[in-house]
């Protein structure tokens, strides 16, 4: 069923990701990769997985990456719109791995987060 397809929307040299990974092969779990780095997520599909994980932008933010504060991103008035814009723009500034199925996703932090979806 096409619905229950798994998408997992990672940078595949970041050690979640390849944890989440082992974890769904291990489990003979079929699965599509999606390297955001190099194939960025619009900022329509942020919106969207946003919305399936019952999150915040704020939420999403990698706020561990040089960009969040060279663009001014830690100011909590910064509205959605703008973390929208950013992380469309920086795709390093998302929070990795994402996994999605169906109408559902999940922020794979811990990678075992993904049993939520299974």
């Known amino acids: 069923m096409p619905g229950d397809r798994i998408i997992v929307y990672e940078k595949p040299t970041c050690s979640t990701c390849r944890r989440l990974t082992a974890l769904l092969t291990e489990g003979g779990i079929d699965f599509e990769r999606v390297d955001y780095t ?9 919106v969207e997985l946003i919305g399936k994980m019952g999150i915040s932008p704020r939420e999403l933010l990698r706020r561990r990456h040089s960009a969040y504060t060279e663009l ?27 996994i999605e199925r169906g109408d559902r996703a999940v922020l794979g932090r811990p990678p075992e987060r993904v049993l939520e979806i299974l």
Not at 38 to 46: F, I, N
Not at 72 to 84: F, I, K
């Open 38 to 46: 190099v194939d960025p997520l619009s900022r329509e599909k942020l």
């Open 72 to 98: 001014g991103l830690d100011d909590p008035a910064v509205p959605d719109a703008r973390l929208l814009d950013a992380m469309a723009a920086h795709p390093e500034l998302v929070q990795r791995p994402i």
